[in-house]
T-cell receptor
Framework: GAVVSQHPSRVICKSGTSVKIECRSLDFQATTMFWYRQFPKQSLMLMATSNEGSKATYEQGVEKDKFLINHASLTLSTLTVTSAHPEDSSFYIC???????????????FGSGTRLTVV | LAKTTQPISMDSYEGQEVNITCSHNNIATNDYITWYQQFPSQGPRFIIQGYKTKVTNEVASLFIPADRKSSTLSLPRVSLSDTAVYYCLALLSGNTGKLIFGQGTTLQVKP
């Protein structure tokens, strides 16, 4: 089945620095990927839709200059948290859709997530 | 996407059958009911999907009545490893866009 790899799984950074998270579709090409953020004991909150070769589409309330998204190839999207602060500490999850996905689930696959801790 | 409503949490014991209900009063004709499972510190995983009546796979069963305004995810003989958050979504047929998750149901299985 379709696999989405997310790296790193955990990262600790100092306040004010930037962190890059990678999301790769391993055995399929994804023109669209999605980035979510999840705080403890809360649901996934969609941050943005990453489109290959064009600008990402951000959800209302998400700062595009703080959460930079680059989708330069059909298998890789990156999320960079710029000038990170402790309030950015969260669990970040990416998702991609395999266009050849079966009728069931429509091909959506999620990465294993990245735990970001800003100290 | 149709709004879905689930219980926030449920408790069960090992070996019991667990039924999690989901309300989707405004479900559209072309919406499919889809359930995801999420373990702590992991991304969601697809469990099951259905349109009407009953669907069963190796993990769970999904019951959808004729009016499709609700659905029930049934987990047979749960074990401790089934402790997770379960999300119910109503997905438009052929959906290629974003998935919006509701609050989900936290299932705690006790020994």
């Amino acid at each position: 089945g379709a696999v989405v790899s997310q790296h790193p799984s955990r990262v600790i950074c100092k306040s004010g620095t930037s962190v890059k998270i990678e999301c790769r579709s391993l055995d399929f090409q994804a023109t669209t990927m999605f980035w979510y953020r999840q705080f403890p004991k809360q649901s996934l909150m969609l941050m943005a839709t990453s489109n290959e070769g064009s600008k990402a589409t951000y959800e209302q309330g998400v700062e595009k200059d703080k959460f930079l998204i680059n989708h330069a190839s059909l298998t890789l999207s990156t999320l960079t948290v710029t000038s990170a602060h402790p309030e950015d500490s969260s669990f970040y999850i990416c998702s991609a859709r395999d266009p050849s996905g079966t009728v069931f689930n429509y091909g959506y696959t999620f990465g294993s997530g990245t735990r970001l801790t800003v100290v | 996407l149709a709004k879905t409503t689930q219980p926030i949490s449920m408790d069960s014991y090992e070996g019991q059958e667990v039924n999690i209900t989901c309300s989707h009063n405004n479900i559209a004709t072309n919406d499919y009911i889809t359930w995801y499972q999420q373990f702590p510190s992991q991304g969601p995983r697809f469990i099951i999907q259905g349109y009407k009546t009953k669907v069963t796979n190796e993990v769970a069963s999904l019951f959808i009545p004729a009016d499709r305004k609700s659905s029930t995810l049934s987990l047979p003989r749960v074990s401790l490893s089934d402790t997770a958050v379960y999300y119910c979504l109503a997905l438009l047929s052929g959906n290629t866009g974003k998935l919006i998750f509701g609050q989900g149901t936290t299932l705690q299985v006790k020994p």
